[in-house]
């Protein structure tokens, strides 16, 4: 079986290397990375997002399933593109996946399906937002509704910046993205995500990670995409995947198909922990990142045969089984990440690093370049190490991040440490 993947980061690495463990599973990625190019043919040249030109290559090398990472190409449509041209393809139409790229259509979508989440007003005039803001006490959260490279939300207790950001927004900083603002009230409480796949009707959990978002060690410095994460994570409040499947995927999901928008795909359902119970923060419409480099490899079932089962609408057939293991991925970002990552660094001691027992190493932000492994993004490299115990998967995942080595390497000291992360 012939499968594309489309994206090109550690999450896609990651998804990649376990469907290609898949017994009949030939995998080729678009753009794919230097990791995924040992896997598999990579198409270059082409972007994922251009929806046309993917489905086109699906189409003449005969792909018999296409698996989607990220959630621009989603947004962009290439379910609807590929499916057109009769190609299998995993992941939420363009419509579907507007519970990602509209926060107001997730809003709407959550008020009708009862699932708990922040109050929220939804405009696209600056008076009544004005207006609405300042009856609310902060701190004040006003997003952008569209997809904005995660930098169109802002949380503050300053009324000042507050309108300044409604300003920014509606005169076209985040271009469409900001020309519909949602304002809605701040949820206090520790943030945990719930990750799953879907058919349509049926949400299947996946084991839960717990991500560090910020850059520095004991959770100081600026956010970031993701420094590490572990898993399992021993401390969730009792029955949280449940009450999540309960009381948010198994709504929305009846929702989303009563609204002629059926959801397949990977759903991420960030949650906040508020004194008054979960409320939901966001969906998105992908697996998290660096979140799925850990749960991937505790997973013991066929990847490929367990998308299939969601494409057939048989997802309520699956029992996922894990493997006891515990799992530390160990992140390492290049000098000057997150605000102006550098590119160009060699990189040495992937070998080695992937040679010690039980670590996995998933590239990212890397090129290569006349031979010799580049750094070309962020975070550069996933450095995941797993074993029977959380100190055992860490001390490997640590061990194997001392071998890598790249001009400005920067990573988290703490991860599965002492400090509790996100
Ligand atoms: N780890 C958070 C995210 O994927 O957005």
């Known amino acids: 079986m012939k499968v594309l993947l489309l994206g090109g980061g550690a999450r896609e690495h990651a998804i990649g290397w376990k469907m290609a463990k898949s017994p009949r599973t030939s995998l080729i990625s678009l753009p794919g990375n230097p990791g995924l190019a ?13 929806v046309g030109a993917v489905a086109a290559i699906a189409d003449q ?29 995993f992941g939420p139409s363009r419509a579907a996946a507007r519970l990602e790229s509209s926060k107001s259509f997730a809003k709407t979508i959550m008020e009708r399906a009862g699932v708990p989440t922040a109050a929220a007003g939804v405009f696209t005039n600056r008076e009544p937002a004005i207006e609405y803001l300042e009856k609310r006490t902060g ?29 920014r927004c509606l005169s076209g900083d985040f271009e469409e993205a900001g020309y519909t603002i949602v ?21 299947v959990p996946l084991q839960p990670a717990r991500d560090y978002k910020r ?20 401390d969730l409040p009792d029955g949280l995947v449940d009450w999540t499947l309960d009381h948010v995927m198994g709504p929305v999901l009846q929702q989303m198909e009563t609204a002629g928008t059926p959801y397949r795909g990977f759903l991420y359902a960030g949650l906040v922990l508020t004194e008054a119970g979960p409320r939901v923060l966001e969906f998105n419409c992908r697996l998290g990142d660096p979140e799925t480099q850990v749960v991937l490899p505790l997973l013991e079932d066929d990847l490929v045969e367990v998308i299939l ?8 057939t699956l029992d996922l089984t894990w493997s006891d293991d515990a799992a530390v991925d160990v992140v390492l970002a290049a000098a000057g990440y997150p605000e102006s990552p550098r590119r160009g660094d060699p990189i040495s001691g992937v070998a080695t690093a992937a040679a010690v027992p039980g670590v996995l190493v998933f590239q990212a932000g890397t090129v290569r370049q006349e031979g010799t492994l580049k750094t070309y993004g962020g975070r550069v490299i996933n450095v995941v190490g797993t074993g029977a115990s ?19 390497k920067q990573y988290r000291p703490d991860i599965a440490g002492k400090s509790k992360g996100t």
């Not at 698996?67 to 041209?85: Q, S």
């Not at 304002?183 to 049926?202: N, R």
């Not at 959380?390 to 400005?408: V, W």
Request: glycine share 12%; aromatic share 6%.
């Open 38 to 50: 040992e896997l598999g043919p990579v198409v270059e040249g082409v972007s994922a997002t251009d």
């Open 61 to 89: 090398q005969d792909i018999d399933l296409v698996v989607v990472g990220p959630e621009a190409p989603l947004a962009a449509g290439v379910i609807d593109a590929l499916t057109r041209r009769g190609v299998r393809a």
């Open 139 to 167: 701190p004040f959260v006003v997003k952008a509704d569209g997809l904005a490279a995660g930098k169109g939300v802002l949380v503050t207790e300053d009324l000042h910046e507050a309108r300044a950001w409604v300003d």
């Open 183 to 203: 304002i809605e009230d701040y949820l206090a409480g520790p943030e945990v995500s719930v990750f799953a796949l879907c058919d349509g009707k049926t949400a």
């Open 215 to 234: 850059l520095g060690e004991r959770d100081q410095g600026p956010n970031t995409g993701g420094m590490g994460c572990y898993s399992p994570v021993e």
């Open 309 to 316: 089962a969601c494409l057939d609408g048989k997802a309520h």
């Open 390 to 408: 959380l100190p055992e998967a860490r001390h490997r995942a640590y061990a194997a991040a001392q071998a890598i080595e790249f001009a400005g």
